[in-house]
């Protein structure tokens, strides 16, 4: 059994407003020095879609939750030229991560702005209600290097299910 935790209203938060923006920026923080300065140390899970978070419906209709999958990722800029790679991960508690897909190479010999590199993914489908999370490791050393990311998926209504090898 698990006791409650006690919340304080003193406790030091940052709230910061909702921004529409482009793309996602994932800053690959977990880097350290290394020998040589090839360590892949893998940064913590960053949320692309939370749960419950992709629905389809709606316009006069209900919305309910669908399967989905995230078929291309495109890399818009990067801040360095490091070598990178990036795990695909999905739950629908927060608490148990399952990893998708392992090790897809992100990257380009260039750190200019508008790189626009498209990474095909191939994954198994993510259930409806579950959320989809990255993580992402280089070979740098810098803990503040960062990628600015973005993710399409495909729906899949409910009447569509999946054949027993998908």
Same mark, same amino acid.
């Given at each position: 059994?698990?006791?409650?935790?006690?919340?304080?209203?003193?406790?030091?938060?940052?709230?910061?407003?909702?921004?529409?923006?482009?793309?996602?920026?994932?800053?690959?923080?977990?880097?350290?020095?290394?020998?040589?300065?090839?360590?892949?140390?893998?940064?913590?899970?960053?949320?692309?879609?939370?749960?419950?978070?992709?629905?389809?419906?709606?316009?006069?209709?209900?919305?309910?939750?669908?399967?989905?999958?995230?078929?291309?990722?495109?890399?818009?800029?990067?801040?360095?030229?490091? *070598?990178? *790679?990036?795990?695909?991960?999905?739950?629908?508690?927060? *608490?148990?991560?399952?990893?998708?897909?392992?090790?897809?190479?992100?990257?380009?010999?260039?750190?200019?702005?508008?790189?626009?590199?498209?990474?095909?993914?191939?994954?198994?489908?993510?259930?409806?209600?579950?959320?989809?999370?990255?993580?992402?490791?280089?070979?740098?050393?810098?803990?503040?290097?960062?990628?600015?990311?973005?993710?399409?998926?495909?729906?899949?209504?409910?009447?569509?299910?999946?054949?027993?090898?998908?």
């Amino acid at each position: 059994m698990t006791s409650a935790i006690p919340l304080s209203s003193t406790a030091t938060a940052i709230i910061s407003d909702f921004t529409r923006s482009a793309y996602s920026r994932y800053i690959l923080s977990g880097n350290v020095s290394g020998s040589g300065g090839a360590n892949s140390v893998r940064g913590p899970l960053h949320t692309i879609l939370p749960i419950n978070s992709v629905v389809i419906g709606g316009q006069g209709g209900e919305l309910y939750t669908t399967a989905y999958d995230c078929h291309l990722i495109t890399l818009c800029r990067q801040s360095d030229t490091s *070598e990178k *790679e990036l795990d695909l991960y999905i739950s629908n508690d927060e *608490e148990t991560f399952t990893r998708i897909q392992r090790s897809t190479p992100v990257g380009s010999n260039t750190s200019a702005e508008s790189l626009h590199i498209h990474i095909q993914m191939r994954q198994a489908r993510v259930p409806a209600g579950y959320g989809l999370y990255i993580c992402m490791g280089s070979d740098g050393t810098s803990s503040n290097a960062y990628c600015d990311l973005k993710f399409t998926y495909h729906l899949y209504p409910v009447h569509l299910t999946p054949e027993p090898n998908d």
